[in-house]
């Protein structure tokens, strides 16, 4: 079945003005595909425009929601959004505490860099501008240069596992 494991699961995109508008966009449509729910959160609500000019309206702020009320975190490319959010506690705190709780979370280009400054640790990422895609204990990574369809799959892949238990191992205590 196309949807068992990740029908109404909740997937956060956190994202800033700069972000990858055809990423989201491929993204979004394979997790809708499977039955998943996925929203917009930002620093503030409104609408965020991506590198290219296209806007998107924010579901959720950080001040209104959590990881804690998601299944699964996903940061698009987009130097320009990425690296707002690397200064923004909220956007950090989401990534990490997603991370500790052992959920699915996934970026690709310069959104690893966030998963750096989040202290996401024990776990392969794709080389930063490599065409390759990494998905290790339900954290998937891509490089710039990336498919798309296949960060989506591989996303949605890591979804249907729900927790990613295995992490637990290699964490140190927060």
Not at 130 to 153: C, L, P, Q, W, Y
């Amino acid at each position: 079945d196309k949807v068992e494991g990740t029908k109404s699961r909740r997937v956060a995109i956190l994202l800033e003005d700069g972000f990858d508008y055809n990423e989201v966009m491929q993204v979004k449509e394979a997790l809708e595909a499977v039955g998943a729910h996925a929203k917009i959160v930002s620093k503030l609500l409104g609408k965020r425009i991506s590198s290219t000019g296209q806007e998107l309206e924010v579901d959720k702020s950080h001040v209104t929601t959590g990881s804690i009320m998601f299944d699964a975190v996903y940061i698009p490319d987009g130097e320009k959004s990425v690296r707002k959010m690397m200064g923004l506690g909220d956007a950090l705190h989401f990534v990490a505490e997603a991370f500790k709780h052992c959920k699915p979370i996934a970026t690709s280009g310069f959104g690893i860099h966030l998963f750096e400054r989040a202290f996401v640790v024990g776990v392969n990422f794709a080389e930063k501008d490599s065409g390759k895609v990494v998905s290790h204990s339900g954290v998937v990574t891509a490089g710039a240069n990336a498919d798309a369809g296949d960060f989506a799959d591989k996303f949605v892949d890591a979804i249907k596992k729900h927790r990613h238990w295995d992490r637990e191992k290699s964490m140190t205590p927060a």
